[in-house]
């Protein structure tokens, strides 16, 4: 990717995220001004008056006009007179709606009057409507700042891989690894021949308890045995027999097994549906991975795989691992664990990114976009 291409992927959307906050707290403040200029309390009591009357004139609009229902007619004068009545004296546009029961006090209305009436009001729609304004306001905002959170939080990400990155960059591609490699092949090869053994001679009950047991252990990976499977083993004959032979015993007609179990159907009914997760069996979860964890995190792996791998397999194995816990208080092991890691996972290009000065021009340009969004979530507090 072209230097110019990545800075764009960088900063792209930080600059309209940073704007859109900003233009969405200056329109929020306006907002906020406009409705205290007359206030909230006042607007809202004004606003209720409004929609009222508002809705007395699109309710009685055409039944209370010309020659319609004289009783509707009536009716429509008196709730107008009864809402401008006791209004407020500090009510904003008090005179106003007085003006429009003035007006609307007449020996007869036409649908002229009505539109005319609407008009009258039409100022004070305006003018409460600067609550909605402000609440659509306050809205765009908090989208605004949540949009900016999320992009903060992404380049938050990046940093977070670019910097490793760079690190990854600093290792030493020549320290002698083998020095932890050679260890834990040893270890794994050991672990994964003892576990073969394991579940090749024996028996299955046996088997599935020392799996069943590893859930103790919560960097112990093993997948559980199924519940249906567990009591099989324990409750019926066949469970004597080692994990390959159940499964062999799975592949057999009904009338061939009656030869072998006591209950085919059982079999069938515990082993045939869970072939999959006994073939699956093997030594992964108690092996170390390469490249290693890390110094601190090493001894924990191994002190619960011990805890696991002494149920199967003897002592000379378990010595293996030893050796493998012991590497992390080697003075040079972080060292060496970081160029494992560079060389495992450094692709050629991430190489020449780093070689060529784009990873630490991709960084700057990262931090400084983080940066103006932190500013810019600063400056426009959360309401």
């Known amino acids: 990717m072209a230097q110019s291409d990545t800075d764009t992927e960088l900063s792209a959307g930080t600059p309209d995220a940073v704007d859109r906050l900003e233009q969405a707290a200056e329109a929020y403040d306006r907002a906020q001004a406009r409705v205290e200029e007359i206030g909230a309390d006042a607007l809202r009591d004004c606003r209720e008056v409004y929609s009222e009357l508002r809705n007395l004139l699109e309710s009685y609009d055409g039944r209370a006009t010309g020659g319609g229902?004289?009783?509707?007619?009536?009716?429509?004068?008196?709730?107008v007179g009864t809402l401008t009545d006791d209004l407020p004296e500090d009510l904003p546009e008090r005179d106003t709606f007085e003006e429009i029961d003035d007006f609307l006090q007449q020996r007869r209305l036409t649908e002229g009057d009505f539109e005319q009436a609407r008009e009258m009001l039409s100022p004070i729609g305006d003018l409460v409507g600067r609550l909605d304004e402000l609440?659509?306001?306050?809205?765009?905002?908090?989208?605004?700042?949540?949009?900016?959170?999320?992009?903060?939080?992404?380049?938050?990400?990046?940093?977070?891989?670019?910097?490793?990155?760079?690190?990854?960059?600093?290792?030493?591609?020549?320290?002698?690894?083998?020095?932890?490699?050679?260890?834990?092949?040893?270890?794994?090869?050991?672990?994964?021949?003892?576990?073969?053994?394991?579940?090749r001679n024996t028996p299955a009950r046996d088997a599935l308890a020392v799996i069943d047991r590893a859930d103790a252990y919560p960097l112990v990976e093993f997948r559980s045995p199924p519940a249906d499977l567990l009591t099989y083993?324990?409750?019926?004959?066949?469970?004597?027999?080692?994990?390959?032979?159940?499964?062999?015993?799975?592949?057999?007609?009904?009338?061939?097994?009656?030869?072998?179990?006591?209950?085919?159907a059982a079999l069938r009914s515990a082993v045939a549906t869970r072939q999959t997760y006994l073939r699956r069996l093997d030594a992964?979860?108690?092996?170390?991975?390469?490249?290693?964890?890390?110094?601190?995190?090493?001894?924990?792996?191994?002190?619960?795989?011990?805890?696991?791998?002494?149920?199967?397999?003897?002592?000379?194995?378990?010595?293996?691992?030893?050796?493998?816990?012991?590497?992390?208080?080697?003075?040079?092991?972080?060292?060496?664990?970081?160029?494992?890691?560079?060389?495992?996972?450094?692709?050629?290009?991430?190489?020449e990114r780093l070689a060529s000065g784009a990873v630490e021009q991709e960084l700057s340009a990262a931090r400084e976009a983080s940066a103006a969004i932190e500013d810019a979530l600063d400056a426009h507090s959360s309401l």
Request: overall charge negative; aromatic content about 10%.
């Open 135 to 199: 609440d659509d306001a306050r809205e765009q905002y908090k989208k605004a700042r949540t949009t900016a959170g999320r992009r903060h939080d992404e380049l938050g990400d990046r940093i977070d891989d670019l910097e490793r990155l760079r690190r990854l960059g600093d290792a030493d591609l020549d320290a002698p690894v083998a020095r932890l490699r050679d260890p834990i092949e040893r270890y794994n090869d050991a672990v994964t021949e003892a576990f073969t053994e394991f579940r």
């Open 233 to 264: 083993v324990c409750e019926h004959d066949a469970g004597t027999e080692p994990v390959p032979k159940l499964l062999e015993y799975a592949d057999y007609s009904a009338s061939k097994l009656d030869h072998y179990v006591d209950d085919a």
């Open 69 to 79: 229902d004289f009783e509707a007619f009536m009716e429509f004068q008196g709730r």
């Open 284 to 351: 992964e979860p108690v092996r170390v991975d390469w490249p290693p964890p890390s110094a601190d995190a090493l001894p924990w792996y191994c002190r619960e795989y011990r805890s696991v791998v002494a149920r199967f397999a003897d002592e000379s194995v378990v010595a293996t691992l030893r050796e493998v816990r012991g590497l992390a208080d080697r003075e040079d092991y972080e060292r060496l664990r970081e160029s494992a890691v560079a060389r495992s996972e450094l692709t050629e290009s991430e190489r």
